[in-house]
């Protein structure tokens, strides 16, 4: 199934509401927290896998 190719669809989702979250609010604060979220979590993710 998909699971062979998604490490953790809560971590994909999280990122993809930050990155909404940075758009949404157009600040440079959101847009680091969102990229710091996507390194992180993405991390989190490779070694879930």
Partial sequence: GMFTYV???NFFGEIIEWIGFALATWSLPALAFAF?????????AF???
């Fill in 7 to 9: 490490s953790g669809a």
């Fill in 36 to 44: 710091f979220s996507l390194c992180f979590l993405g991390l989190r």
């Fill in 47 to 49: 070694h879930h896998h």
